[in-house]
């Protein structure tokens, strides 16, 4: 499971330090999406591989599986941390996610979320966490 938030930078060349505890986790190689909500989602091997079932499995007659398969699966890239623990992010990944200089990577179960600092910000607001937290219910927690 992967936690915690971390506040970092990324370079002229699109290089981005990995958390240690996110590369313990990660492996020596990993997968970079396009994500929800305007962030890039990150998995371990294992983990993107049962999303791949998932997404194998929905019906190609069906326009929104194709879409969503699209998607998550046009826009992935296999990544790999250098010796200093950075990571190489696509262009294509830091235009869809809109990612500058600052970023937040945000550890959330079984991925890791990269934001673009004020996208973060303004998204992640949690005034209205109990009325939220009520409406949870519903879904066993």
């Given amino acids: 499971m ?27 190689e990993f997968v970079v999406t396009k994500g929800l909500d305007g962030c890039l989602f990150v998995y371990d091997n294992s983990e993107w591989a049962a999303f791949e079932e998932k997404l194998k499995a929905l019906p190609l007659t069906n326009q ?30 830091r235009d869809f996610a809109n990612l500058e200089k600052e970023v937040i990577l945000a550890g959330v179960g079984s991925r890791i979320e990269i934001w673009n600092r004020k996208l973060w910000e303004e998204k992640n607001v949690y005034d209205d966490m109990e009325e939220i937290a009520e409406n949870m219910e519903g879904l066993g927690i």
């Fill in 64 to 93: 929104n599986a194709r879409k969503i398969s699209r998607f998550f699966l046009a826009g992935a890239s296999d990544c790999e941390a250098d010796r200093q623990g950075r990571i190489l992010i696509p262009a294509v990944l």
């Fill in 2 to 28: 992967f936690k915690g938030e971390y506040s970092h930078t990324i370079d002229a060349k699109g290089r981005l330090i990995m958390p240690s505890k996110f590369r313990e986790q990660l492996g020596d």
